[in-house]
């Protein structure tokens, strides 16, 4: 196979028997080569297939920033998903799951430790998911020697639900439209970039939990930290003032309740994952 395009260090992309783009993972398969070359294939740790080009180039510009032991975890935490769910999950699963670990970790070292709201309901109501999201704690511990806290199972089930959307959720209208309402009054406030960045890839997806959850789950008993609402609320004002218009909005169309813990939430990822763009930028120069 001839090296396509050198994406870091461990990451290469090449093209398969059919000529279809394929994304080669293994340490140090990009160090010190250029496009043209051949790949070591006794390097070779892991083949990306993704038939979407879409999906296929923002999974490259996360690859690009993200470390090889985060990156090797999560393909193994979405084989095993596949395997036990025994179901057909989205491609975009690679790039939504990756994405949430490698923010998860590094959030825990940053000593921001954040419950999920969700967390017994998503137990409860997705136990098979929960239970794949606890073994995939303890598979990032084996790895990296960090122990995420439980909540973070509960995140992770939520990315396998989600990447199952197809199969078990029906109402996706009313989620899509909720969505949409959600999105608009962002990109009214925010400097948004293109629709093929993985920043605007992160916004959707939190979106959608929130309607996933406000629409499709009852309602959730509020867990919020005053302590820690009230730091995120002088720290990132902007973004909180944002999230509680957003919350105002589908309470008075939708009738639906955003908890504080969600609200906290939504100001975090609005917060900090838009260091993403200049990563995506400097990547497609």
């Not at 070292?109 to 136990?127: C, H, Q, T, V």
Request: proline share 2%; with cysteine.
């Amino acid at each position: 196979m001839i090296i396509g395009k050198i994406i870091n260090n461990n990451v290469v992309s090449s093209w398969d028997e059919e000529g279809k783009e394929i994304i080669i993972m293994g340490r140090g398969l990009g160090f010190q080569k250029k496009a043209g070359q051949e790949v070591a294939e006794d390097g070779i740790e892991k083949i990306f297939r993704l038939e979407s080009k879409d999906v296929r180039e923002r999974f490259k510009d996360l690859l690009a920033s993200m470390p090889l032991e985060y990156i090797q975890v999560s393909a193994d935490i979405i084989s095993y998903a596949r395997k036990n769910l025994n179901t057909k999950l989205s491609q975009n699963v690679y790039l939504t799951l990756t994405d949430h670990i490698g923010f998860a970790i590094e959030r825990f070292k940053d000593g921001m430790d954040f419950s999920n709201a969700l967390y017994r309901e998503i137990k409860r109501f997705y136990p098979q998911e929960f239970g794949i999201g606890m073994h995939a704690l303890c598979l990032i511990e084996e790895r990296t020697g960090i122990r995420l806290p439980d909540d973070e199972a509960a995140s992770i089930a939520i990315h396998l639900v989600d990447a199952e959307f197809d199969i078990k959720v029906r109402d996706t209208w009313a989620m899509t439209n909720m969505i949409q309402d959600m999105m608009q009054i962002l990109e009214g406030s925010l400097n948004l970039p293109p629709e093929d960045s993985l920043y605007r890839d992160r916004l959707a997806s939190n979106l959608k939990f929130l309607a996933h959850r406000m629409l499709l789950l009852p309602p959730v008993e509020g867990r919020e930290d005053e302590v820690f609402r009230d730091f995120v609320r002088n720290h990132c004002s902007r973004e909180y003032g944002l999230a509680e218009k957003v919350k105002m909005h589908v309470k008075e169309k939708y009738g639906c309740e955003m908890t504080g813990e969600e609200q906290i939430y939504l100001a975090l990822q609005l917060k900090q994952a838009g260091s993403f763009t200049d990563i995506i930028q400097n990547n497609r120069k």
